[in-house]
């Protein structure tokens, strides 16, 4: 697909519905970094597991695919009437210039903390001390085990991040931005929409995929764009209204840049 066929079918469009799926998470460029494989390792001897988005983020920084790719998300939905569900918890697509009330992450992040027991009421912002000796950890500077950690108000338990590789997930921590969600998406009812599925194979099919495929048969004027390098089919009732595009979907928004 060439940008400026994008574009038209975004400028064509009153409301534009993004779903970011896992392969934003870019998990097989990851795990073709020894250091990366390293860390996973001794996290996983430590069981440590809830810092995963944090150690995803730190090793993707230097991904200037996947940024670029999310730039460009932010560029072509700048000014228009957008909402952005990311099913990663790298916490990357929140920073691609999206608007803060116009992206749910229901995955989680690392940007905020939660009681390990899954203690209702418990939600804090990340400190940066944190974030630090995770890197450091990952420098091999820190043992993994000797993490400082807060805990909680309520129960002492320590307190980890706020996302699904926690195992007592507290989905306080996205409901806000997912009630925003559903209602946006009930505004698009009668409205041409464009749906843009980024990615998503079937970890969040519920939330991606079925949902979205959903939103557009119950909607005439929807169109939806779906790419993947693998799962790219479109439902037949949806068909004639869909564009299925067999590609990466990080390189294939990574393509549209403008330079
Ligand atoms: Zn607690």
Redesign the pocket.
Known sequence: MERSELVEMLDAAEMILVGVGEDFEEKDALLQEENYCKACADIAAAGVEWVMPYVNRFFLEKNQKLKTALHTLGVLLDKRNYFVVSACMNGMTAGAGLLPDRIAEPCGSYTKLQ?????TG?LQQTGNELLREIGQCIQGEKEWKALKVSV?D????PMIFNSLYAEHYNEEGYLGHWEKYTKWLQGTMGKKLCILELGAGLMFAGILRFRFEKIAALNQKANIIRVHRSLYQMPNDISDRGKSISQNAVDFMAEMIVL
């Open positions: 009681c390990s027991r899954g203690c418990s909680c309520t129960c002492k338990a």
